[in-house]
């Protein structure tokens, strides 16, 4: 849409689109010594996920190398992937969640 200024030229309104944040998988990587019962905990406990599918999850880690938790906005999945790694660390297993942009 044009507008009229009192010199007499027109300006007009440029519409502009903000783009969305880019959004993060964090994913949890298989290791040889983690218990499988932790896993499920940290995948419950982290990011709210029911036993059944967090048990799911759990077992693609196990078989594939890795398994997606969530995909999050980067501040949060930052945020879950610290919580995560400090948690495994406390109870002395050496899990690793990382996370990748979607």
Do not use: W
């Not at 903000?18 to 932790?38: Q, W």
């Not at 599918?53 to 077992?59: G, K, Y």
Request: hydrophobic share 40%.
């Amino acid at each position: 849409m044009a507008t009229p200024t009192r010199e007499g030229t027109v300006l007009e309104t440029k519409k502009s689109r903000v783009k969305p944040p880019p959004l993060f998988k964090v994913l949890i990587l298989n290791d040889d010594y983690t218990p499988m019962e932790f896993v499920v905990v940290v995948l419950q406990n982290f990011f709210a996920l029911s036993r059944e599918r967090a048990t799911q999850i759990m077992l693609k880690v196990h078989r594939e190398g890795m398994g997606v938790c969530g995909v999050y906005p980067r501040d949060i999945a930052t945020t879950k992937v610290e919580q995560v790694v400090a948690y495994a660390r406390r109870h002395q297993h050496p899990l690793q969640c990382v996370m990748e942009e979607t």
